[in-house]
């Protein structure tokens, strides 16, 4: 398994429609527990509002990108920009999913 992160950027104006969607969103992302596939190591928006970060441990970039597809924050253009990007955290607390 290796670690992505996720980087949301919220698209403008969107603030009550991902409220709307927010309970579907965390339930999706609660459901992520497969340590096969996909599981969801941390999540959380930024406070400033303009975006969020996810963690995900993954069998590949693709698995990833199939969860972000069902996210209703993407799926309902809630989401203006999703950068996924391979980590390796070398130090800290996440670094068991280290290579």
Known sequence: MSLFSVEYVYAPE???ARAQHR???RELLGSL???????????GP????SGALLIFAAAGEEAVNDVLK???FVSEGLVANAKVT???PVTGELSG???
């Open 86 to 88: 391979e980590w390796d």
């Open 46 to 49: 930024y406070l400033d509002g």
């Open 97 to 99: 999913y280290s290579s």
């Open 33 to 43: 527990t497969d340590p096969e596939n996909v599981k969801l190591v941390a999540s």
């Open 23 to 25: 309970a579907a969103h």
């Open 14 to 16: 969107t603030e009550e």
């Open 70 to 72: 069902r996210d209703p």
